[in-house]
């Protein structure tokens, strides 16, 4: 792989980890607020280490595995460097398979973004979709259906691959549901730093499965994926203890993050079709759809604080 190529690749993966988190560092923030010194230092350190080394490392060396265990552990943690071309044949071979469950996980993420889950109106239409909610599941249901019959024709495990998609994202979803709700309990008191931090560490493993997922359109490269999902993880913890409030302002990046979903899903969906998109096109389009969303939030926070001046200056 070219150093320029790789690069690009791990700015992208890491701005994509960045803003597909930003809900978890705020939720994390919120907790951690609630807990002793100790406590949070414990979450802090350890808590990165296992985001890192143990579910952004270890998730995406066992979906490799999973879809070539010929290849062994190392041989899954390696095979895009290797030089062997049976290696990169096994890798070809099967990563429709692996594709076509990400992209379908990575589309229903959106879709249940645009028409369930409340928002901050970016672009023009999300209101509409979002009034029409009870939508949702019959939408994802007919692209379901749609995805299978057309895999059907070209592999039957590729269809496969499709509904495994389809069952990752509910049960995550469901997961991540229930211990979303429990936030209100925890910030409220009545549970021990301990459990406070065993949910956190549940929750941020939820939420690290769309950034692993994710990845997968930008490279099949485990090391890579490591790299770049590690040191999104590393900044975001540093923005959870430092300068959330700030994150927060910009109220769009949520928006950024789920068009970039729609966008990479959508690429992988192509690509196990056989549809080869370049792979410099992935944090391009990362990089463009997050960079107007955040320009559209910084916009906003400048024509807000204008408005303030005058009764800043009249009170002062």
Do not use: C
């Not at 070809?92 to 249940?112: C, D, R, T």
């Not at 065993?198 to 493993?205: G, H, K, N, T």
């Not at 430092?242 to 992988?268: D, H, P, Q, V």
Request: overall charge positive.
């Amino acid at each position: 792989m070219e150093i320029g190529f790789i690069l690009l690749t791990v700015l992208g993966l890491t701005l994509f980890e960045i803003i597909t988190s930003v809900d978890n560092a705020v939720i994390n923030a919120e907790v951690l607020s609630t807990m002793g010194k100790k406590a949070r230092r414990f979450f802090l350190l350890w808590g990165i280490l296992f985001a890192v080394f143990i579910i952004r490392g270890l998730l995406p060396l066992m979906i490799v595995f999973a879809s070539n265990p010929s290849l062994g552990i190392i041989g899954a943690l390696t095979a895009t460097f290797s030089g062997d071309p049976n290696v990169h044949a096994a890798i070809e071979a099967s990563s429709p398979i692996l594709l076509v469950g990400g992209g379908v996980f990575m589309v229903f993420l959106f879709f249940n973004w645009l028409f369930l889950e409340p928002k901050s109106y970016g672009l023009r239409g999300e209101k509409f979709f979002h009034e029409q909610g009870a939508w949702f599941f019959a939408i994802v249901s007919i692209l379901l259906s749609v995805i299978v019959w057309f895999a059907l024709g070209r592999n039957p495990i590729m269809a496969f691959g499709a509904v495994l998609g389809s069952t990752a994202f509910f049960i995550v979803h469901g997961f991540r549901n229930y211990a979303e709700q429990q936030e209100k309990k925890l910030i409220s008191g009545g549970m021990s730093d301990m459990s406070k931090i065993a949910y956190l560490e549940v929750l941020d493993s939820t939420f690290s499965i769309d950034g692993v997922i994710g990845a997968f359109a930008f490279t099949l490269s485990v090391p890579i994926i490591l790299l770049g999902n590690g040191l999104g993880a590393v900044f975001l913890r540093q923005l959870t203890v430092s300068n959330i409030e700030r994150i927060k302002k910009y109220k769009y990046l949520k928006n950024g993050a789920m068009y970039s979903i729609l966008f990479l899903g959508t690429i992988m969906i192509l690509d196990s079709f056989g549809y080869h998109i370049p792979p410099y096109v992935t944090p391009i389009i990362t990089f463009g759809t997050v960079g107007y969303f955040f320009y559209k939030s910084r916009i906003e926070i400048r024509d807000i604080e204008r408005a303030l001046e005058p009764k800043l200056t009249l009170k002062s």
